[in-house]
């Protein structure tokens, strides 16, 4: 059976408080989760977090500041929108990969 990896952008507790029993599910059925925290929220130290850390194939993170920046910058309202014009997208596209290669983009399958 071919193992697929999930990952989720998380804010807030509300968010996690959510979206961890469909991570526990994903885990539970042997699936790769990774989780980016975009907000300051202490998943150290939360008790949700910590539950699913007990599994090798979860993994929790910040965004970095540099992140964020990008996020702003890149994927905001405006931005997502021409996305879908073909030529401005393509090229947003590979901006994204020469400025800030980043592990993410490329193998994104959900985001929360």
Do not use: C
Request: glycine share 2%.
């Amino acid at each position: 059976m071919m193992s697929h990896k999930y990952l989720f952008h998380l804010n807030t507790y509300n968010d996690v408080d959510h979206i961890t029993p469909v991570i526990y599910k994903f885990l539970s059925k042997g699936e790769t989760v990774d989780v980016v925290f975009l907000s300051d929220f202490d998943y150290e130290n939360d008790y949700r977090i910590n539950f699913l850390a007990q599994y090798e194939r979860f993994s929790a993170t910040r965004a970095s500041r540099l992140d964020h920046l990008r996020n702003k910058v890149f994927f905001n309202r405006l931005t997502r929108k021409m996305q879908n014009i073909p030529l401005f997208g393509n090229v947003l596209k590979i901006a994204l990969n020469m400025l800030w290669p980043n592990k993410y983009l490329s193998r994104t399958v959900a985001s929360i």
